[in-house]
């Protein structure tokens, strides 16, 4: 349900609260049932103009006369290597807004959607330019046709990429390691050269800043998003479909695989019979626990949910309780999540079984 902290007074009395949860969850189902398309949404008079108009104030302070068109559409990205930036519509509406804060268990922050902004900002600026075919762009960050894997093998130790968005995202692709490099370096007050000094990733930050400066003032061919490239007018189905297929499915065959884990995690009813019920201890925790595990292993809050969803219906059919410090509990339950996401990043298997291999 929707956080009522976000838009109501402390002040408000309990029937008065009862009131808007009511109220809420009508519209909400309202909004479920409507077309993205019939919204009429729009970047003018949003939180994304104000988003938009720091992109280009930063590219325009950076001496680069480009200005990516910016269109409302089903996610971040720039569409098969168009110079466009799409952005999340729900970003243009504060109900949909909070629809996504609540299903998704979190919304981008403004620091958060600047960050998604600059890099996507990358990827339009290498289309634009085409600088993927340029020898030393190869030379510098790897062919461009390599394949392109949504689940990768990273290296958090590597001095070869910067960090930019987490889960070591310039590791994923050298398109990537492009955009990753370029938004550090559009980055107001990053001061890059310190914070990669004596790393290899500074010679990709120094190729940004050369290449830029060569680009510069020459304006490419100006383009403008099209049905394929699904922006809001196109989107002509409801806010519940989206949410229902945009949602990845995690491939858990033996229901019981993590039972051993819950069981040193938790206790046995017999071991604590007044410890809080583990499955009310997990929902409780819920939002805390999906968003740092989706924070450093950059796998979507979707599939994070739906594993932690999975680990409170087995703590609850087992019956287990928490034993000893709240604190020590949710530090451990969210470090063992963390390991098995990473792990499915890397092989794309969850429960040890074999999986479809990318």
Not at 162 to 175: E, T
Not at 255 to 283: C, K, S, T
Not at 306 to 320: N, P, T
Request: with cysteine.
């Amino acid at each position: 349900m929707i956080r009522f902290h976000l838009s109501t007074s402390s002040t408000q009395t309990v029937p008065e609260l009862e009131e808007a949860f009511a109220n809420w969850e009508g519209e909400r189902r309202s909004l479920m049932a409507r077309k993205i398309s019939d919204f009429g949404l729009a970047i003018t008079g949003s939180r994304v103009e104000k988003m938009v108009d720091q992109l280009y104030a930063e590219l325009g302070a950076k001496g680069l006369a480009f200005r990516p068109p910016v269109y409302l559409s089903d996610q971040w990205g720039c569409p098969d290597g168009t110079p466009l930036i799409g952005v999340p519509f729900y970003l243009a509406d504060p109900r949909l807004a909070h629809i996504e804060d609540d299903l998704a268990l979190g919304v981008e922050s403004d620091d958060d959607a600047m960050r998604y902004m600059r890099h996507e900002a990358g990827h339009a600026f290498n289309y634009a330019y085409r600088l993927y075919d340029r020898a030393d762009w190869r030379q510098t960050f790897g062919p461009y046709s390599r394949p392109y894997r949504d689940r990768y093998r990273a290296d958090p130790f590597s001095h070869d990429f910067v960090r930019h968005i987490l889960g070591w995202y310039a590791q994923k692709h050298p398109d990537e390691d492009f955009a990753e490099s370029f938004a550090v370096w559009l980055t107001p007050d990053s001061d890059w050269r310190n914070a990669y000094a004596d790393w290899p990733a500074l010679a990709k930050l120094e190729y940004v800043e050369r290449v830029m400066s060569d680009v510069g003032e020459e304006l490419p061919a100006t383009v403008e998003p099209t049905e394929d490239d699904l922006p809001v007018s196109a989107m002509s189905y409801t806010v519940e479909e989206h949410y229902r297929d945009t949602e990845d499915t995690i491939p858990i065959r033996d229901r019981r695989v993590f039972d051993g884990d819950l069981r040193n995690l938790f206790a046995l009813a017999a071991e604590a019979p007044d410890g809080q019920p583990a499955a009310d201890f997990i929902a409780s925790h819920r939002r805390e626990i999906v968003a740092r595990i989706s924070y450093w292993t950059g796998e979507s809050s979707h599939v994070v949910r739906q594993f932690i969803d999975f680990l409170r219906e087995r703590a609850d059919s087992l019956g287990l309780r928490v034993r000893g410090l709240e604190a020590s509990t949710l530090i451990e339950l969210t470090a063992f999540g963390t390991a098995v996401i990473m792990n499915f990043r890397h092989t794309n298997v969850i429960d040890g079984t074999e999986g479809d291999e990318e």
